[in-house]
């Protein structure tokens, strides 16, 4: 089993910048963020392959949002920035391990995690 703890949820303006980590227990073939807005589905946001560092973004995020891991530390992170209104969603991470692949999907889908941690809130305001 692996426990995945998030932290660096909280408020920010418009435009700014906000950094999430997924502290992981262990090691992992993929880590993945997913957001869940109010009234709406939680969708995919970024993963990351952890051995080689491999990315893929939503196109929602893409060129805003980064995601990167410290091998060393078992942990994850999603660097947002130039944050919108569009943004404020619940995020969680989430971690594939075990199996060392990814479906035709690339690791995007909720499906493909094993184990999630508890949520972060993220609120952009104007």
């Known amino acids: 089993q692996v426990q995945l703890v998030e932290s660096g949820g909280g408020l920010a303006q418009a435009g700014g910048s906000l950094r999430l980590s997924c502290a992981a227990s262990?090691?992992?073939?993929?880590m993945g963020w997913f957001r869940q807005a109010p009234g709406k589905e939680r969708e995919f946001v970024a993963r990351?392959?952890?051995?080689?560092?491999?990315?893929y973004y939503a196109d929602s995020v893409k060129g805003r949002f980064t995601i990167s891991r410290d091998k060393a530390k078992n942990t994850g992170y999603l660097q947002m920035s130039s944050l919108k209104r569009e943004d404020t969603a619940v995020y969680y991470c989430?971690?594939?391990?075990?199996?060392?692949?990814?479906?035709?999907?690339?690791?995007?889908?909720?499906?493909?995690?094993?184990?999630w941690g508890q949520g972060t809130q993220v609120t952009v305001s104007s």
């Open positions: 262990g090691g992992s073939y993929a």
């Open positions: 989430a971690v594939r391990e075990g199996r060392n692949y990814c479906s035709a999907y690339g690791c995007s889908r909720e499906s493909e995690y094993d184990y």
């Open positions: 990351i392959l952890w051995s080689g560092g491999s990315t």
